[in-house]
């Protein structure tokens, strides 16, 4: 039996709707601007670049369903996204097959200090400072794709505090799931327990303590987030 210097780190879960059982969660991949019009207000042309991704920690996930605003900043955006959970995976995934190591979805947030990821941008350093913070990727519960169907169309919208910020449609990520999956595999051993964050619709901004975010995705559900 192996004995730790240390006590180990609990295993990060997700729950599943209408079950006691959980998700553990292995990796976090980001896909960065994966929405023309996203790409757009950001200032980047979106047809004019390959599929990129940063990561999140494990650690960084977070269903409190409460959103502590972080020290260090004082612009912090909130960015909706789809999650998809992988229940298996591999290396150099065909596209024809990517889909079949999808377990199920979920509602998550891309918090993002965008001041201090403004400011690594600027020097050409990573983004973790504005990234991968605690409690940065707020999540719902998920939903097996055996309910949903996979998803490929559908409403994606977030309100703060009643008013509509961002409102957009799965079906305007420029890079799909399956294509997501069999890039990510080219690069990584991707696995069971991977999560992908699938990139945000226009209309991202900042957030303030006291804020209330109202976050839905057709056919998968809600998540209410409070800024404390």
């Not at 079906?171 to 999956?181: A, L």
């Not at 945000?200 to 056919?219: H, L, S, Y």
Request: include cysteine; charge should be negative; proline fraction near 7%.
């Amino acid at each position: 039996m192996t004995k730790f210097v240390i006590d180990p780190a609990p295993q990060v879960c997700l729950p599943i709707r209408g079950s006691n059982e959980s998700f553990p969660v292995r990796r976090i991949y980001c896909i960065g601007r994966n929405y023309a019009d996203h790409a757009i207000e950001m200032g980047h042309d979106p047809n004019k670049e390959p599929p990129f991704f940063f990561q999140k920690n494990a650690q960084n996930v977070d269903t409190s369903g409460t959103f502590p605003y972080p020290p260090q900043t004082s612009d912090v955006h909130h960015e909706m996204e789809l999650v998809v959970a992988l229940k298996s995976g591999g290396a150099d995934i065909s596209l024809e097959n990517a889909l079949e190591h999808v377990y199920g979805y979920g509602l998550g947030l891309d918090m993002t200090r965008r001041d201090l990821q403004g400011e690594a941008k600027k020097l050409g350093r990573p983004w973790e400072v504005g990234k991968s913070f605690e409690k940065s990727a707020p999540m719902s519960e998920l939903v097996p794709a055996s309910e949903t169907g996979h998803l490929d169309q559908g409403r994606i919208c977030l309100k703060v505090n009643g008013e509509i910020k961002q409102d957009g449609d799965l079906n305007q990520m420029i890079w799909k799931v399956p294509e997501m999956i069999a890039y990510l595999s080219r690069f990584y051993d991707i696995a069971g327990g991977d999560l992908i964050m699938s990139g945000t619709p226009a209309g991202v901004g900042p957030i303030q303590r006291g804020d209330k975010m109202e976050c839905e995705i057709e056919n998968l559900g809600t998540m209410t987030i409070e800024v404390i």
